[in-house]
């Protein structure tokens, strides 16, 4: 649930701010403070919504904290996130002080159209798997502060969340190896910085190439093998290679037109930061009803 997102509410304050600044003056113009309307939010393209919860939050914040309305706001939800919408579909009906809903409706529509685009592409490309053991996981190449909304996104559309941050999982990249000296360097450090830590944290590490999983495989120290940039002949030896002996994941490049023939080669996982760094929002309009 995005009720569970800490600091929501701090996030809708700071995307306020940057909207309405010292006051929505197109609307203080023209709108008397005592009017009252209603509107709707209509998809006007076919997806998987998301992001219905904080749409609403911002329309409550506004009427709140902003024009402190004696009027109360009410948004009644037609759909909820994870939902499948077509073309004309209602999503939300908002009935309350006109000027909260003008000042308002374009950052509830910023948040709910980025975050239905995620859901509805990383749909799009859970369907590619279908009869797959291959699941989709979206990576750290997220918006600033916007991370767990969109993550939740990924999920919303049938996704699996990756690790969150650096605080959550040890993903050994290729600069990791490279600074501490080498493959095992890095896997042994790591090792006794978490225990010295008392830390329980599952490790991940990059390989390159075929000669790089191999000394992941003498060494061994770790949970999932993270391969970076392979081409799918070579994916699938590696993955022969290991053998169930540990978690895999393909990375690097793996686009709509790839993902199926790399999922084809075995491997457990596939890391797309397409998902939330390079998405097509959802269209969605608000409308006087």
């Not at 990375?251 to 999922?263: D, M, P, W």
Request: hydrophobic share 40%.
């Amino acid at each position: 649930m995005m009720t569970s997102i800490p600091n929501l509410d701090e996030l809708i304050r700071m995307a306020l701010l940057e909207d309405v600044g010292d006051g929505d003056h197109s609307t203080l113009a023209c709108i008397p403070p005592t009017a009252t309307n209603t509107a709707k939010m209509v998809a006007k393209a076919e997806g998987i919504v998301c992001g219905m919860e904080v749409g609403e939050r911002v329309f409550h914040f506004v009427n709140d904290s902003y024009y402190h309305s004696q009027i109360p706001i009410t948004v009644t939800m037609h759909k909820q996130d994870g939902d499948a919408v077509k073309k004309g579909d209602i999503l939300m009906t908002i009935e309350g002080a006109s000027g909260v809903i003008l000042t308002a409706e374009r950052t509830a529509l910023n948040f709910m159209q980025r975050l239905s685009g995620i859901a509805t592409q990383t749909h799009k490309m859970v369907a590619m798997l279908d009869g797959l053991n291959t699941r989709l996981l979206d990576t750290r190449k997220t918006t600033p502060n916007m991370r767990l909304l969109e993550k939740y996104a990924v999920k919303c559309g049938g996704g699996t969340n990756h690790r969150i941050g650096l605080y959550d999982m040890v993903m050994l990249k290729d600069n990791h190896i490279d600074f501490a000296g080498g493959i095992e360097a890095a896997i042994d450090r790591t090792r006794a910085y978490l225990k010295e830590k008392g830390k329980d944290l599952r490790i991940e590490i990059e390989v390159r190439n075929m000669d790089e999983l191999e000394q992941v495989m003498q060494h061994g120290g770790v949970d999932r093998i993270m391969l970076d940039n392979f081409d799918t002949e070579t994916l699938r030896k590696a993955v022969k290679r290991i053998d169930g002996k540990y978690e895999t994941e393909a990375s690097g490049g793996i686009t709509e037109e790839t993902l199926r023939s790399y999922a084809e080669t075995g491997v457990d996982f596939i890391s797309v930061g397409a998902l939330t760094h390079h998405i097509k929002s959802m269209d969605i309009s608000l409308v006087k009803k």
